[in-house]
């Protein structure tokens, strides 16, 4: 089965934690978050994958380069000029041929079921699927309203509460026909959700919508950013971490785990760093009495400076040793990301 990965994305919103990095390759729990859109791609049976470039290709490249590595056989299409979602998959066309295709965003955070999705797809015949994703609080992204068939019938962009007529937040993941690719023009820009799917609704096309269980989050805020680093370690959202973030063993039955855990992390500018942290978690309602301080249900961070040298401390408590060593390690992650 082959998938287009949309990985052109600057992330203009996550510059503090990306800088001159595309989106796609934002660290989630010592990966890329391409890395693990692409595992999840070669876990549902999706080994041929052409990735849409435009900023930065070349970083996405040396590091992925055929995919070999992950299992899969890797293209890559470079856009030259502003397509749009759908405009840039309709540039892949080569790759795609005469295929159903799914279409994946190389910047979300998810472990949804795509076989799912792609069988409910050729099972119902549709000229486009889209993975949905109940929201209780979906003001961020577009919403779907679906008749009792599953078939949608209308779209609702980014509304505010007076216009929220469904829980069924579009995703970005589709799974495309043949016929649907026709509807795009070539070397035009052209949206998905605001060109294609109404012009195939208004043609009385069934356009389908399967709601997926599982995790999904458009990481696009530093926000919803470290909110998926901290859903990833407490299990919500089900990802292969890198090596820092595995889950160790205990050392011994009979040694107490300590009630901490503490990293030190050496820095250029300890001041702008921690700047540079503080305007990041905002957000979060951080606590700036003593560094920065949040205070959760189920763990409580700090980061502060040291006075001998330029390095920040990170400390986290939690009842659970080994989810706060694999938090501490996110938060030092984040601070690196924030330094480059």
Same mark, same amino acid.
């Given at each position: 089965?082959?998938?287009?990965?949309?990985?052109?994305?600057?992330?203009?919103?996550?510059?503090?934690?990306?800088?001159?990095?595309?989106?796609?390759?934002?660290?989630?729990?010592?990966?890329?978050?391409?890395?693990?859109?692409?595992?999840?791609?070669?876990?549902?049976?999706?080994?041929?994958?052409?990735?849409?470039?435009?900023?930065?290709?070349?970083?996405?490249?040396?590091?992925?380069?055929?995919?070999?590595?992950?299992?899969?056989?890797?293209?890559?299409?470079?856009?030259?000029?502003?397509?749009?979602?759908?405009?840039?998959?309709?540039?892949?066309?080569?790759?795609?041929? %005469?295929?159903?295709?799914?279409?994946?965003?190389?910047?979300?955070?998810?472990?949804? %079921?795509?076989?799912?999705?792609?069988?409910?797809?050729?099972?119902?015949?549709?000229?486009?699927?889209?993975?949905?994703?109940?929201?209780?609080?979906?003001?961020?992204?577009?919403?779907?309203?679906?008749?009792?068939?599953?078939?949608?019938?209308?779209?609702?962009?980014?509304?505010?509460?007076?216009?929220?007529?469904?829980?069924?937040?579009?995703?970005?993941?589709?799974?495309?026909?043949?016929?649907?690719?026709?509807?795009?023009?070539?070397?035009?820009?052209?949206?998905?959700?605001? %060109?294609?799917?109404?012009?195939?609704?208004?043609?009385?096309?069934?356009?389908?919508?399967?709601?997926?269980?599982?995790?999904?989050?458009?990481?696009?805020?530093?926000?919803?950013?470290?909110?998926?680093?901290?859903?990833?370690?407490?299990?919500?959202?089900?990802?292969?971490?890198?090596?820092?973030?595995?889950?160790?063993?205990?050392?011994?039955?009979?040694?107490?785990?300590?009630?901490?855990?503490?990293?030190?992390?050496?820095?250029? %500018?300890?001041?702008?760093?921690?700047?540079?942290?503080?305007?990041?978690?905002?957000?979060?309602?951080?606590?700036?009495?003593?560094?920065?301080?949040?205070?959760?249900?189920?763990?409580?961070?700090?980061?502060?400076?040291?006075?001998?040298?330029?390095?920040?401390?990170?400390?986290?408590?939690?009842?659970?040793?080994?989810?706060?060593?694999?938090?501490?390690?996110?938060?030092?992650?984040?601070?690196?990301?924030?330094?480059?």
């Amino acid at each position: 089965m082959k998938a287009i990965l949309l990985a052109g994305g600057e992330g203009t919103r996550l510059k503090a934690v990306t800088g001159d990095l595309p989106k796609p390759m934002v660290p989630l729990l010592g990966r890329p978050l391409m890395e693990h859109i692409l595992r999840l791609l070669q876990r549902n049976g999706f080994t041929q994958v052409c990735a849409a470039l435009k900023y930065r290709p070349e970083d996405i490249r040396s590091v992925f380069g055929d995919g070999s590595a992950l299992g899969l056989s890797l293209e890559y299409r470079v856009e030259t000029a502003n397509l749009g979602t759908a405009g840039a998959v309709k540039n892949c066309s080569d790759f795609i041929g %005469d295929e159903d295709v799914l279409v994946i965003s190389g910047d979300a955070a998810c472990d949804l %079921d795509l076989r799912e999705l792609f069988e409910r797809h050729r099972a119902r015949g549709a000229i486009a699927t889209l993975a949905l994703h109940r929201d209780s609080a979906p003001l961020r992204y577009g919403l779907t309203v679906t008749d009792a068939s599953g078939a949608i019938r209308a779209f609702v962009e980014k509304p505010c509460w007076g216009q929220v007529v469904s829980d069924l937040v579009n995703t970005g993941i589709y799974v495309l026909s043949p016929r649907a690719l026709q509807r795009i023009p070539a070397e035009k820009s052209f949206d998905f959700g605001r %060109d294609l799917f109404p012009l195939l609704i208004q043609q009385k096309e069934l356009v389908l919508g399967v709601p997926l269980e599982g995790y999904w989050c458009d990481v696009g805020t530093p926000l919803s950013y470290y909110q998926c680093c901290v859903d990833a370690l407490e299990g919500r959202l089900q990802l292969e971490p890198g090596d820092a973030f595995q889950r160790k063993p205990p050392e011994t039955a009979a040694e107490p785990e300590p009630e901490s855990f503490i990293l030190e992390l050496p820095c250029r %500018d300890r001041a702008a760093l921690m700047g540079r942290l503080s305007q990041w978690m905002l957000e979060m309602d951080a606590d700036y009495s003593d560094g920065i301080c949040l205070h959760k249900p189920n763990f409580e961070l700090q980061i502060a400076a040291l006075d001998t040298r330029s390095a920040l401390r990170i400390a986290v408590n939690a009842e659970d040793t080994e989810f706060a060593r694999r938090l501490a390690f996110s938060a030092k992650e984040l601070a690196e990301a924030l330094e480059k």
